[in-house]
Structure formats: structure tokens, C-alpha cells
């Protein structure tokens, strides 16, 4: 600790306990608070990160993805070539999961959305973490043509997968905003949590969602059964899809709804 030249502690510290002990150690520069800030100007949550530490936020600076170096493209290949899936132009990774189940498009819905994209002349592929696959099982129990599943990868694997389909679907969640930094064309499905704070930066990214959440609070949310922020329209993802895959964007740095409005009758 005491060849640190700066310490950056992202939670409250109110008692100074925190900041005591790398004072101790001799730490010049402490930077302690809380991304949960109250005192925070930012919206986005990256953007009340880069506030805590006086940095530039995103609407300030250009948008940047990250490169995927070629021996993680080669496990990626390696990965798709077991499942045999070689060179697909029209390949659609879909992730069925997410954190929360709160947070997700209901099986039935989801597995519309897979047989359209089939329809659609594009090729499906479902991809199942770790803790997703009750979320998978779900679904491909309404497909009469169920897609194949690339599981059991970790996250660099992931990451070599990334760069080599033509779109990514998924809901909120940590996969979504990985495909995003990695510059791959993703339309996010949002429901209950809010875009503009947790929504992935990009103009090759589109975010969906079903009419506003009027619940005021997390157990609100998980007591509600209808969920009417989840009702996305299938067409209306599709229409995304179609808009993205063209390489139409905003001129927002941050996509929110406007290449996808929601329709108050849910398909």
C-alpha cells in the first residue's frame, strides 16, 4: 500500500475510517466517494464514476470502443466452430438473461422475437451464462425451431465472439454493455430500470422498452406481475434490429428510444 501514489475508493466513508487507513500508509492522494452521490451532478452512471474523480464525461469526449486482440478472435472462432456456425453474415447473438429476472422479456416473448428473426432471413443464436439457463430453458420451450446455445464460455471467449456476429440482443445487464464497448451493433431491451442512467453509451447501440415504470421502488417492482414496462413489441425490436443493422443511429451519444418507440398494445 505504501508504493500507491493515489487511492480511489468508490463508497461513502463517513466515518473516515477509509480514508484514515491510506493516510497511514502514506498514500498522497485519496479520493473517496460514493458513484451514489446524492451530491452527484451526472445522470449516467459511468458519467457520476468519472465525477467522482473530476474526469470529463462521455458527452464530453469522443466515443471509443475497445479492440479485441487476434488470440481472443481465435478463441471466439474456435468457440462458434464447435457449435459449427463458420463465417454466418447474418449471425444475431441473444441473450435470454439477465441479473434479474425483474429485468427480462417473458419466455414466450422472447422466443417470438428468435422464430422472427429467422423469418427475417437472419441466423439466431442463443447465448447462456452461467446462470441463465432457466431463462434459455423457458424459451426454447415456445420455439418449434429452437436455434443452437454457445454456452460455457468465460468472458474473454465472450469477447472473441463478439466481433464476429452482425447483432447482439439483450436485455440489461453487464453482457449487454460489454457488447456495446466492443463496438457491436446491440439493441438493449430495458423494462423497470432506467436507459438514460444505466443504458450502454454508443451510436451503434438502440435501447427498446415497453411504456414507463410506474413502480416506485425495487420490491415494488418485483411484486408486479404484468410488468407493462417489458411489453416490448416484437416488431418493434425487429424494426431496431433492421435500423441497426443498416447502420442507422441518433445523433445522441447515448441512444435512448428514438429508433424504437414502445406501442401501448404489446404484440
Same mark, same amino acid.
Given at each position: 500500500m505504501n508504493r500507491c501514489d493515489r487511492a480511489v475508493v468508490w463508497m461513502e466513508d463517513k466515518e473516515s475510517v477509509l480514508g484514515s487507513f491510506f493516510q497511514e500508509f502514506g498514500v498522497a492522494s485519496v479520493q473517496i466517494q460514493s458513484p451514489f452521490s446524492k451530491g452527484l451532478r451526472a445522470t449516467h452512471q459511468s458519467d457520476r464514476f468519472l465525477e467522482? @474523480?473530476? +474526469?470529463?464525461t462521455r458527452e464530453s469526449v469522443s466515443e471509443r470502443t475497445v479492440q479485441v486482440p487476434p488470440h481472443l478472435l481465435e478463441r471466439g472462432k474456435d468457440s462458434l466452430d464447435a457449435l459449427r456456425v463458420f463465417q454466418e453474415p447474418s449471425l444475431v447473438l441473444v441473450h435470454p438473461g439477465s441479473g434479474s429476472v425483474h429485468k427480462r422479456l417473458e419466455p414466450r416473448r422472447m422466443a417470438? @422475437?428468435?422464430e422472427r428473426l429467422w423469418q427475417e432471413g437472419m441466423y439466431p443464436l442463443i447465448? +447462456?451464462?452461467p446462470a441463465d439457463?432457466?431463462?434459455?430453458?423457458?424459451?426454447?420451450?415456445?420455439?418449434s425451431r429452437p436455434p443452437l446455445v454457445l454456452r460455457d464460455l468465460d468472458l474473454s471467449q465472450l469477447a472473441g465472439v463478439f466481433p464476429q456476429v452482425a447483432l447482439y440482443i439483450g436485455h440489461d445487464s453487464g453482457v449487454t454493455h460489454l457488447a456495446a464497448l466492443l463496438g457491436v451493433r446491440t439493441i438493449a431491451i430495458f423494462g423497470p430500470t432506467d436507459q438514460h442512467r444505466w443504458g450502454p453509451y454508443g451510436r451503434h447501440v438502440s435501447i427498446v422498452r415497453g411504456l414507463p415504470c410506474g413502480c416506485?421502488?425495487?420490491e415494488t417492482i418485483k411484486s408486479c406481475v404484468e410488468k407493462p414496462c417489458l411489453h416490448v413489441p416484437v +416488431?418493434?425490436? @425487429?424494426?431496431a434490429s433492421r435500423l441497426t443493422s443498416r447502420g442507422t443511429d441518433n445523433t445522441r451519444p447515448h441512444n435512448s428510444t428514438e429508433t424504437?418507440?414502445?406501442?401501448?398494445?404489446?404484440?
Open positions: 467522482t @474523480l473530476g +474526469e470529463p417470438s @422475437l428468435i447465448l +447462456e451464462g439457463q432457466d431463462a434459455v430453458g423457458q424459451a426454447l420451450r415456445f420455439m416506485e421502488s425495487w +416488431e418493434k425490436i @425487429l424494426e424504437a418507440l414502445s406501442l401501448a398494445t404489446p404484440q
